[in-house]
């Protein structure tokens, strides 16, 4: 069945979904679970690319990536699943392009995600991550709903 199983990973309720579902069904699998953490440089940009040169800003940016990821690994430990992680960086990136590209280039078989299932108006504004993986990926994607996120 399934060897390799990525899921992208936050501080989100969304994701924390999607951790569970997917070391659950790692478990039935035997398969390995890729963990990835997205950290968006171009948030601390703030209208040019001078302040991400900051050694400081990205020092911690990785270390908060590195905190979440943490959490993840101790998590799946616990559950006895077989784990891999990953900071992935994106300076201005889609995301979507970004997970799509590295489960292809890791040889992942199923990407698990949870979604803020955003509607109307704030679909528009923030867009989805989500939509763009599923028309991009050539692999199963299991998206799991969470609608009021915090």
């Known amino acids: 069945m399934y060897q390799k199983i990525m899921v992208p990973v936050d501080d989100s309720k969304a994701s924390l979904r999607a951790l569970h579902e997917a070391a659950s ?12 953490h997205v950290v968006d440089l171009a948030q601390f940009s703030w209208g ?24 993840t690994r101790e998590f799946l430990v616990q559950e006895n699943v077989e784990a891999e992680t990953a900071i992935l960086e994106s300076a201005g990136d889609k995301v979507a392009d970004l997970l799509v590209n590295h489960a292809k280039d890791n040889q992942v078989d199923l990407l698990i ?25 050539d692999i199963p994607v299991m998206l799991l709903r969470v609608p009021h996120d915090d």
């Open 113 to 137: 995600m949870g979604t803020h299932g955003f509607s109307g108006l704030m679909h528009m504004l923030m867009g989805s991550v989500a939509e763009g993986v599923l028309r991009q990926a």
């Open 25 to 36: 069904l790692a478990k039935l699998c035997g398969a390995t679970l890729h963990a990835v």
């Open 48 to 71: 040019g690319t001078g302040y991400l040169q900051s050694e400081e800003v990205r020092k911690a940016i990785e270390a908060t990536g590195q905190k979440v990821l943490q959490r």
